[in-house]
């Protein structure tokens, strides 16, 4: 070990970023902690407490530890009453690529709907030789297909980029509409398939059965393609905040289009021009027109961990932790910066990468104690670079509010204390 380390501990970018062979096979025993230093000195008494008599019973449903029930999900201010409103995914206290049922991000437009799955029906209609109605015994005698992909709404990161000034708080408030998840259902293509679709069709409307009737048009090539009529969710049946007993699913769209409650689909020619893709869900450009119809997620990172609110207890070795996702297929390559984006070395991604998946990334970092700023830069394989806040800004002005994917960058004081920058 001590042989390898002069050579696994040089640096590859500047102010002490290391190389990702730390994180790949093998390399990880280097970072063990006796050669950090890590090391505890063992509590005084041998025995525990907890191992003095036999613990809590067993239980029909799992619970987590109360020392972990600080890890909530924030409520975004303006929710109200009506239960519109959004909660966010605290990344910044999450590892790995999945996120846990009960702190999937939340948007509702209109509260979540009690529904009973025996009176509730799916719809499909409109352009299609026979309409069909299904109950969710019916759904479930379909074939299933079980995916690992990301759900984002496009307004998520506004908070972290837009505002004039940078705002200060958790990397799940600036970040945390966005959550990764295994879903499982019925391919849509199977059901209009078997409902014969007008070959002059080119659009379908989903809609949902909350108050808000949320609806929204999806080209008929994505229906067709990977859309999924999800049922579970991490292997158990989904959450009613995330659409029980069933929701669309299309993965690497804006989630606005991810129907929940699902109880309609329309087979159209045109796409219906609801609401939510016209007086919503646009990007208004400097020119006055709005871009309309911008359905995959570009290419996104961020560093969850060090990110605010956690802080470094001085000069050390420190292990960066982030994520990474794109709504256009597998990422790539994530670069780091220790240096305020002076020059950048390559992380390590976690298996597995999976397309349209969150991609977690790791990267050490030696830090000297003095103040920087550390970032990520994650490129997809389309080829697709994410791009800085100031190319954003200049390219589309500062106007709209959805679909921002700008580099964020974490400032570190010489305290250790994380804020967001613009770099
Ligand atoms: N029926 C219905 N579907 C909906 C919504 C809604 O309010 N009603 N919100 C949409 C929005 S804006 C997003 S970002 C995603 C959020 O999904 P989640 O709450 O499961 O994270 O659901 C979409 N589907
Ligand atoms: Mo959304």
Same mark, same amino acid.
């Given at each position: 070990m001590s042989e390898r380390r002069p050579k696994d501990l040089e640096p590859v970018a500047g102010n002490g970023l290391l190389h990702r062979r730390l994180f790949l /096979? $093998? &390399?990880a025993a280097v970072l063990g902690a006796g050669s950090l230093g890590l090391m505890t000195a063992a509590p005084a /008494?041998?025995?525990? +407490?907890?191992? &003095?008599a036999p613990g809590r019973p067993l239980s029909g449903y799992g619970s987590r530890s109360p020392y972990e029930d600080h890890v909530r999900r924030r409520l975004l !201010? !303006?929710? &109200?009453a009506d239960g519109a409103g959004g909660s966010w995914t605290p990344l910044e206290a999450l590892e790995g690529m999945i996120t846990p049922n009960p702190l999937h991000f939340e948007r509702h437009h209109s509260g979540i709907p009690d529904i009973d799955p025996d009176r509730h029906r799916l719809l499909i209609h409109g352009m299609v030789d026979r309409a069909l109605f299904f109950d969710m015994d019916a759904l479930s005698r379909y074939p299933m297909v079980s995916r690992i992909q990301f759900i984002e709404c496009s307004g998520n990161s506004y908070l972290a980029g837009l505002p004039r000034q940078p705002i200060n708080d958790t990397c799940g408030v600036l970040h945390g509409l966005v959550s990764c998840s295994e879903w499982t259902g019925v391919p849509l293509s199977i059901l209009l398939d078997e409902a014969g679709v007008d070959p002059d069709a080119g659009w379908i409307m989903a809609e949902g059965a909350d108050a808000a009737a949320m609806n929204r048009s999806v080209p008929l090539a994505k229906a067709m393609d990977d859309a999924l009529l999800a049922v579970y969710q991490n292997g158990e049946r989904l959450r009613p905040e995330q659409g029980y007993p069933l929701r669309l699913f299309l993965p &690497?769209?804006? $989630?606005?289009?991810?129907? /929940?409650w699902l109880r309609r689909i329309k087979v159209t020619a045109a796409p219906s021009m609801t609401r939510e893709e016209t007086s919503k869900y646009t990007d208004l450009l400097p020119d006055g027109r709005s871009l309309i119809f911008t359905y995959p997620m570009d290419v996104k990172s961020v560093i969850t961990s060090p990110s605010p609110g956690l802080v470094l207890k001085g000069p050390g070795l420190y292990q960066i932790s982030g994520m990474a996702w794109s709504g256009r297929g597998r990422i790539a390559r994530v670069e780091v910066s220790a240096d305020g984006g002076a020059t950048w070395g390559e992380a390590a991604l976690c298996e +597995?990468?999976?397309?349209k998946a969150v991609t977690r990334f790791r990267m050490a970092w030696r830090w000297n104690g003095a103040e920087t700023a550390i970032l990520s830069r994650a490129v997809d394989e389309t080829g697709a670079v994410q791009p800085t806040r100031e190319a954003i800004i200049a390219a589309k002005g500062r106007k709209f509010a959805y679909h921002y994917n700008g580099i964020q960058a974490w400032g570190i004081d010489s305290e250790g204390q994380v804020a967001n920058v613009y770099a």
């Open positions: /096979k $093998g &390399g /008494k041998d025995l525990p +407490p907890w191992m &003095g !201010a !303006a929710t &109200g &690497g769209y804006e $989630g606005n289009m991810s129907i /929940k +597995p990468v999976l397309d």
